[in-house]
C-alpha cells in the first residue's frame, strides 16, 4: 500500500468533501418540499395536478439516476439553447432533487396516512379547515413516523453524488478516479473514497437515531 499516495488523495478529497455535503443538504431540502407537496396533492386528490405528479413519479422512480443526468445535462439543452449555460453542479442538484423526491413522496404519504382518522375528523369538527388539518394535525405526526425512511433516502442521496463526476462535477468520487487513473494506485484511492463515504453515513445514522428519540419522547409511555 502507497502510504504516500493515500495521504495526498485523502488530503485531495477532503479538500472537495464540501462539494459532496453540499450537493447533499441542497439537494435533499430541496426534495423534501417538492414530496410534501406532491403527497400532498395525491392526499387531496386534485384533479389534473394528481395525474401529472403521478407520471412525474412513475418516471423517476422507473429511470435509474445516471440516465436521467445525463438527460437533464446532454439532452434537454439539446433542444433548451438557455440551459447549455447551467453549471453541471446546478443540474446535478436538479437531478438528485427529482430523484429523490419521487421515492420520498411515497414516504411522506405513507406518514400522512399513519395518522388515525378520529384525529383528523376531531380538527374538522373543531372548526379547522383542511389545509389547517394538514399543517397542524396531521403533518407533525406524519414527521415522527417519516424520520427513519427520510434518512434512508439521504443516504442514497449521498450515495448518489458519485454520479456526479459523470457529467463533470468534481467531488470525492472524481477525486478519487482522477488520482487513481494517473497513478494507478487503484486500491488505495478507492478504499480511502469507500471509508470516506462510510463515515459519512454512520454519522448520519447516528444523527437519526438522536432525532427519532427526541421526537418519539411524547409518545413513549
Not at 477532503?14 to 403527497?39: N, R
Not at 456526479?164 to 468534481?170: L, R
Not at 494517473?182 to 486500491?187: A, D, G, K, M, S
Request: proline share 5%; hydrophobic share 55%.
Amino acid at each position: 500500500m502507497n502510504l504516500s499516495f493515500s495521504i495526498q488523495v485523502f488530503k485531495d478529497m477532503m479538500g472537495v468533501l464540501p462539494v459532496t455535503i453540499s450537493l447533499t443538504i441542497f439537494s435533499f431540502i430541496a426534495a423534501l418540499v417538492i414530496a410534501i407537496i406532491i403527497a400532498i396533492v395525491d392526499y387531496f386528490k386534485i384533479p389534473l395536478i394528481k395525474q401529472i405528479f403521478d407520471v412525474y413519479v412513475s418516471f423517476f422512480r422507473g429511470t435509474p439516476l445516471l440516465p436521467q443526468l445525463f438527460l437533464l445535462y446532454f439532452g434537454i439543452p439539446t433542444f433548451i439553447k438557455p440551459l447549455r449555460s447551467v453549471p453541471a453542479y446546478i443540474i446535478c442538484i436538479i437531478g438528485l432533487t427529482l430523484n429523490a423526491a419521487a421515492y420520498m413522496k411515497e414516504v411522506i404519504r405513507g406518514s400522512i396516512l399513519s395518522v388515525p382518522e378520529g384525529q383528523k375528523e376531531a380538527a374538522l369538527a373543531h372548526g379547522m379547515t383542511s389545509m389547517q388539518t394538514m399543517t397542524r394535525i396531521i403533518l407533525p405526526q406524519a414527521a415522527r413516523v417519516a424520520i427513519p425512511s427520510l434518512f434512508n433516502n439521504l443516504v442514497d442521496i449521498v450515495k448518489g453524488t458519485s454520479m456526479a463526476f459523470a457529467i463533470g462535477v468534481i467531488e470525492i468520487t472524481a477525486t478519487a478516479n482522477l488520482r487513481a487513473s494517473v497513478t494507478f494506485n487503484y486500491f488505495e484511492a478507492y478504499m480511502i473514497l469507500m471509508i470516506m463515504y462510510w463515515i459519512i453515513i454512520v454519522g448520519l445514522e447516528q444523527v437519526e437515531k438522536k432525532l427519532e428519540s427526541k421526537m418519539s419522547k411524547g409518545y413513549v409511555r
